[in-house]
Each structure stands twice: as C-alpha cells, then as structure tokens.
C-alpha cells in the first residue's frame, strides 16, 4: 500500500539555525501537503503543494513528484518552531484519501 | 468561515459505554473525514464521507460507525469503547476534488478508563 516516511524522527537546534524536513512516499501522489502540531494540540495545515516550491514566511515546500520526495525548509528557527511536523499525501488513486508520515518532532533551544 | 468545528474537545469514557463525537463545517464541503492519532504514530484514516456515501478503512470497518444528517454534521459512534480507543480524533473536510486541501478541526481528545 501506499507508505510515507518521514526524516528525521526527532531534531533539536539552536535558535537561529534552519531545519529540512524530508517527506518520501511510495508511489505517484497528487498532492503532499505540511501540517504543524504543538504537543496536544490540532493540526494546523502550513503549506500544501502537489509539485514544485511554495513560500509562506520562513517556510518553503519543494515537492519533486518524480523523485517521490518532498521537503519542508524552516528558516532561521525559533523557539516557538518546537512541535511535530507531518506530512500528508494524497495518492493518485482518486479515493480522496491522506496517508501521513509518523512526523518529525523538532525542539528548537535558546 | 473555514473552520472545523469538533465537539467536546474533551472526552472521558468508561470502557464497555458507547461514545458519540461530533464534527460540523460550514464550507459546504463534500468531504468529510475521521482520523484517530496516537502519540508518536502518524494520523490514521478511520472512514470518510463523501455526500452521503460512507466508506471505512478495511481493518476498521466494525469498531467505528457515523452518520451524516446533513452536509454540515458527521459523528463518530464507537458502539463499546475499549482502552485502546484512548486517542485524539481529528475530523477534517474538504471539497473532495484532487488538489482539495483538507480542513482540520482541533481534535477531540478521547480517554478510555
């Protein structure tokens, strides 16, 4: 079945620093889209692109559909960055369906 | 107005009783959805709404029913919780077109005791 593994599991970086999130899947998708969630809290949808690089603030998506790979880019990091970062695909199956990675859980310290 | 409302935010269940969430959108969104999520695993389709065709993930077919009454509302029915039902229960909707992003609400965040 369709598979999405997310790198790393877990990271901690220094404030300031940037972060790249990696998202692969097993199969062609039509869309991957990010989503944010602090410890016990919802999912907040950050980014959503089925190809190529998308902007908002300091957070860039690149998906390469081809590659099966999509990254999410976080640039000069903060504190309040720390949480769980997941991705979601949609596969070309047109059943409407998401299959997440198990997410990357970032800390980002002072 | 794009938000997924979910209610209660918080359930405390006794295991064997049933349990009943509920989940509304205003976006007239075809698609609605149920996701269990544990801690540390990824968010898991439980069953999606399209209209008011309901379809089930295969290896989850008899623990969860719902109900859409109407294009707005859907439920999550557990018939006889069981502890291994303590998760967070994410509804989310969309339009159901490829391409359509989907649209999270809070969560509601069952335990089973």
């Known amino acids: 079945g369709q598979q999405v593994q997310q790198s790393p599991a877990s990271l901690v970086l220094q404030e300031g620093e940037n972060a790249e999130l990696q998202c692969n899947f097993s199969?062609?998708?039509?869309?991957l889209q990010w989503f944010y969630q602090r410890p016990g809290g919802s999912l907040v949808s950050l980014l959503s692109?089925?190809?190529g690089t998308k902007h908002t603030g300091r957070l860039t998506s690149t998906t390469v559909t081809k590659e099966r790979r999509g990254s999410l880019h976080i640039s000069s990091s903060q504190i309040t960055d720390s949480g769980t970062y997941l991705c979601a695909m949609e596969f070309n199956t047109g059943n409407y369906k998401y299959v997440f990675g198990a997410g990357t859980r970032l800390k980002v310290i002072a | 107005d794009t938000t997924v409302k979910q209610n209660p935010r918080y359930k405390l269940a006794r295991v064997g009783k049933p349990v009943n969430l509920i989940c509304s959108q205003t976006?007239?969104?075809?698609?609605m959805y149920w996701y269990q999520k544990k801690p540390n695993q990824a968010p898991k389709l439980l069953l999606f709404?399209?209209?008011?065709?309901?379809?089930r993930e295969a290896d989850t077919f008899e623990k969860f029913q719902s109900s859409r009454p109407n294009n707005s509302f859907c439920s999550l029915y557990i018939g006889s919780a069981g502890l291994e039902y303590s998760a967070m229960y994410l509804c989310a909707s969309s339009t159901g077109a490829t391409y359509a992003e989907q649209f999270f609400g809070p969560g509601t965040r069952l335990t089973v005791l």
């Open positions: 692109n089925p190809s």
């Open positions: 976006m007239n969104h075809d698609t």
């Open positions: 709404y399209y209209d008011k065709i309901l379809n």
């Open positions: 199969s062609t998708a039509t869309r």
